[in-house]
C-alpha cells in the first residue's frame, strides 16, 4: 500500500484518479481549495478510511509523508482559469515549487499533470513531444500556458539539481463524469445546452478541431506513466488522437442527446488553437498505453452523468 497525495483531487480528474487509486488498496489524501472543485464529486470516497480530504492552497507550504505526488491542483477551463490570471500562474508555479519541495523532502515521485496548451496554437501536426510550440507569452490563455511550462521547466530542473523522480503527463483534452455543469469547457457546455433544448453556442466558424479522450482512458495512462519502472519521465502526450471539428461535434451531441437545440456562432476568443491532436506513440512504445473508449460510448455515460446532476427527467 502506498501513501498517495492527489492535489486538485476534488476536480474533475482528480476524483477519477483518487477513486481509481482508493481501489487498488492505496492510502489517499486529496487536497483541494475547492475553487473549481467540489464535495460532490469525492462524496462517496469519503466513507473510505484510507481516504483524507484536507483544504489547502497550493500556492502555500504544506507538509506530510507520501510516496507518490500527483500534481493537478490548477483551474482548466479558459473562463475559470481567465477569471483570476494571476492566482492561476501563482497556483502553477508557487503549487508546483511546494510540491517539489515537498517530494525532495520525502524522497516522493511526482507526477505533474502538464497540457497539449504547452503546444500553444501549435504549427506542427499532430503534436509530438519533441515539438517546443508556439505559445503567445502575453495573451488572455499565457497565465495558464506558460504557467504549465514554467512547472515541466521547474519539474525538469528539480530532476536534474536534486535528482528528484519525476513524471511529467501532457494531457489533451478530457472529458467524462464529474465535469461541473458550469465549467465552460466545450463538453459540458454542449451536452447541457442539447440536454436543456438551449442554442448550442459556437465559438468561431467551428472549423477549430480538438480530440477528446474518455477520463478513465486517461486514468489509466496517468498510473502507467507514474508506475513505470524504466525510469521514463516524460514528458508524454496523454489523449486520444480521434480528431474532429467543434461544429461535428455539436451535430454528435445533438444526435446522442435527442435533442432540439439550434447551432448558434459567437465570436472566437483571442488565442484559440485552430488544430490540436496528440501523436501517441511516445506512449504507446513506453508505457503500452492507447485509449480505449469509443467517443459515442463515452459521450453517452457523460450525458446520463449530466441528466441526474441537472435533475433532468427526460
Ligand atoms: P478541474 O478544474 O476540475 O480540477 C482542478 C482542481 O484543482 C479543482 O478541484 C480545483 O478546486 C483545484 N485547485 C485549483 N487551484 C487550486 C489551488 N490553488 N490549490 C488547491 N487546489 C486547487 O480540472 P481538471 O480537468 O480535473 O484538470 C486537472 C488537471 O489536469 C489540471 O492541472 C489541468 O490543467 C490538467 N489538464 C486537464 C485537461 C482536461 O482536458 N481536463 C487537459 C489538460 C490538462
Ligand atoms: N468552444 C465552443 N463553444 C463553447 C465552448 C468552447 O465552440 O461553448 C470551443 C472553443 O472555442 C475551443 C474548443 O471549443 O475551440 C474547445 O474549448 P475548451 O474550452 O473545451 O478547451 P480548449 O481546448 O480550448 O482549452
Redesign the pocket.
Known sequence: MKRILI??????????LSKRLLDEGNDVIC????????KD?IRELLQNDHFELVR?????EYFAEVDEIY???????PP??QYNAI??I???I??MINMLGLAKRCKARIL??????VYGDPMVHPQKEEYWGNVNPIGIRSC?DEG?RCAETLMMDYHRQNNVDIRII??????GP???PN?G?VVSNFIVQALQNKDITIYGDGSQTRSF?Y?DD?VEGMIRMMNNKEGFIGPVNL?NPSERTILEFAQLIIKLTNSNSKIINKPLPKDDPARRRPDISLAKEKLDWKPKTDIEEGLLKTIEYFEKKLELNR
Open positions: 492535489t486538485g483531487g476534488a476536480g474533475f480528474i482528480g476524483s477519477h487536497l483541494d481549495n475547492f475553487f473549481t472543485g467540489s464529486n489547502h492552497d497550493v500556492t502555500k500534481n493537478l491542483a490548477c483551474p482548466a477551463s475559470h482559469y492566482k492561476t501563482k497556483t502553477s508557487l503549487g505533474q499533470a502538464s497540457t497539449s496548451e495558464y504549465k501532457r494531457i489533451f483534452n478530457t472529458y464529474n465535469m461541473h465549467d469547457r479522450c477520463v486517461l489523449g
